[in-house]
Every structure is written in C-alpha cells, then in structure tokens.
C-alpha cells in the first residue's frame, strides 16, 4: 500500500535554481527516506531521516522532518541538469515494510 | 562492490514462456528484495528474503515465483505471464536482516519485462 503522497506530481526549473518538493504521509513512521530514479534505472537512496530528527542535509540536499504535520520536504539547491529525476519518498510502515510516495518528476533547464 | 546486478537488462516473452530474472549482490546484505514498477508509478513490493529465507510475499500470483539459492542471489521464475505484468522489475538488497532494520536499499537497474 502507497503511504506516502507527494507534491508536486511535476517540477520544471532553471539551472542553478532551488526545488523543492514534499511529502506527506499517514501513520507513524521510524524514519523516512528519499531516493531519486533517472528514467528507467534503478532507484539510488539520497538521504535517511530518523523519527527523532528534524533536519538533514547531504551536499545540495536538506531534507526536513515535521512528525506532527506527518510531512517531509526534499529540496535541492543550485540544481543542475543531471538532477533531472523521479524523487521518491519512502516510509517504513510498523511492519517494516517500506512504502514509496508517487513520487515528484523534476525537469532541470539549461 | 556496492553494486546489485540484474540480469537480463529487457526481456520479451509470450504468455506460455517460462524464463528466469537474475538478480546478485556480493556487500554481505541479508535481506533482498523484489519490486514491481509500471510507468509512472511508484515502486511495489513483491517479495522479501531475510537470512534466505522467504520473510513477506505481497499476495502475489503464482505465476510469479522467488528463489533464493544463496546469501548473494535472487531469483524471480516466471511462467504464464500476462501482458499486464509488463513492468520494470527491480532488484534491491539491505544491510540487516528484514527486521533488523529499515535502512537503506541498494537498488539494481531492473529488468525490463515486455509480455506479449
């Protein structure tokens, strides 16, 4: 079952521009991951963020955590064009099973 | 080697075909997994090998059949597939056994299944 949400579904930016993208989810989670897919590859994880923390950052990624709002924001700074991607977020339900959001497609312009 | 390889990278196949995915990763991971992905979409769970063994079957058809010969390979027998199994078909691995941890996964780059 699909826990998280994403918004937005699409992303268009300019080189050397900021995105952003969030995700919402539904129950209680231990941690919350993002990956990214390139069309038609594999997925590759980018960040982990554990229940009990707020902020991360990883590079040009900051990935926050707000478990009272049950929500996650991914945002990339200064993209560039290999960026251009699926971003998934992932949760772990209780079971441990992760559930992938419906994920954000993002378009970087050069 | 932080790598998890699939093969055959694209495959086609009619309806009474039996054929194999292969998928390997040699980082000592103790659980893998197997994914469904139609275009799209986001990833969904099949299956999942903890220690080797069977630990989560996402109530899937028995045409859809995992191995697990050993700690480092996975495989996903298929027989009498329909064209809705037509999807990209991902491999991925994690550290710890199924319960031991939420972690990270290590995905393959797919396999991409065309069923005619």
């Known amino acids: 079952s699909q826990q998280g949400e994403e918004d937005p579904q699409a992303l268009s930016i300019q080189e050397g521009e900021n995105a952003t993208m969030n995700c919402s989810y539904k129950?209680?989670?231990?941690?919350l991951q993002w990956y990214r897919q390139n069309s038609g590859r594999g997925l590759v994880h980018l960040i982990l963020?554990?229940?009990?923390?707020r902020e991360k950052h990883s590079g040009r990624l900051r990935v926050t955590l707000d478990t009272s709002k049950k929500s996650s924001s991914l945002l990339i700074t200064a993209s560039r064009a290999a960026d251009t991607a699926s971003y998934f977020c992932?949760?772990?339900?209780?079971?441990?099973?992760?559930?992938f959001g419906a994920g954000t497609t993002v378009t970087v312009r050069a | 080697d932080t790598e998890v390889t699939q093969t055959p990278k694209h495959l086609v196949m009619g309806m009474t075909n039996k054929k194999s995915l292969k998928c390997e990763q040699h980082m000592g991971h103790r659980a893998m997994y197997w994914y469904k992905q139609k275009a799209k979409k986001p990833p969904e769970l099949m299956f999942v090998y903890s220690y080797e063994k069977l630990s989560i079957n996402e109530s899937v058809p028995s045409r859809f059949s995992p191995e697990c010969p050993n700690s480092s390979l996975l495989n996903l027998h298929l027989h009498a597939l329909q064209p809705e199994d037509s999807a990209l078909y991902l491999c991925?691995?994690?550290?710890?056994?199924?319960?031991?941890?939420?972690?990270?996964?290590?995905f393959g780059e797919g396999s991409r299944l065309t069923v005619l």
């Open positions: 963020i554990r229940s009990n923390e």
């Open positions: 992932a949760t772990d339900l209780n079971d441990y099973k992760l559930s």
């Open positions: 991925a691995s994690s550290q710890g056994g199924w319960a031991d941890n939420t972690g990270e996964l290590f």
């Open positions: 129950t209680s989670i231990n941690n």
